[in-house]
């Protein structure tokens, strides 16, 4: 081996000091690669409650014209007096499309008025 500086191996410098420094980079991309990970988390979890968001605004959107269908066609048959079978099907297609998404009473109230109406041929 040759000798450096002040007698000492060329070895021991390398030891000493590119070690050093390899290990500080090291570190450093590390470092570097835990916040860059970080970073892209975060963006998924914004982008995530973006879409819980978006996802709840168009379940209320879907809850409302349920509401509103089924609001209108109970009014209608309970003024008529009477209902066909077909019109009782349409009834309760919308009213299970209105309870499972969390529907209130007030269509629930409704429909049962609506089950209890004559039915009348088509």
């Known amino acids: 081996m040759g000798i450096g ?3 000492k191996p060329v070895a021991e ?9 390899g290990f500080g980079l090291l570190c450093a991309v590390v470092g570097a690669g835990f916040r860059l990970v970080a970073k892209k988390l975060q963006e998924r979890q914004r982008e995530e409650a973006a879409d819980r968001a978006e996802q709840e605004a168009l379940k209320e959107g879907v809850l409302a014209l349920l509401h509103d269908r ?5 009014r209608y048959h309970i003024h008529n ?3 066909t079978d077909e019109e009782m099907r349409n ?16 269509g629930t109230e409704l429909y049962e008025r ?4 004559p039915l009348k041929e088509a």
């Open 114 to 117: 609506v089950k209890r109406l």
């Open 70 to 74: 089924l609001y209108q066609g109970c």
């Open 91 to 106: 009834m309760e297609y919308l009213y299970n499309g209105y309870h499972a998404l969390g529907g209130n009473g007030t």
């Open 81 to 83: 007096g009477r209902i």
């Open 13 to 21: 410098f390398i030891m000493k000091y590119w070690l050093e420094a």
């Open 5 to 7: 500086r002040k007698g």
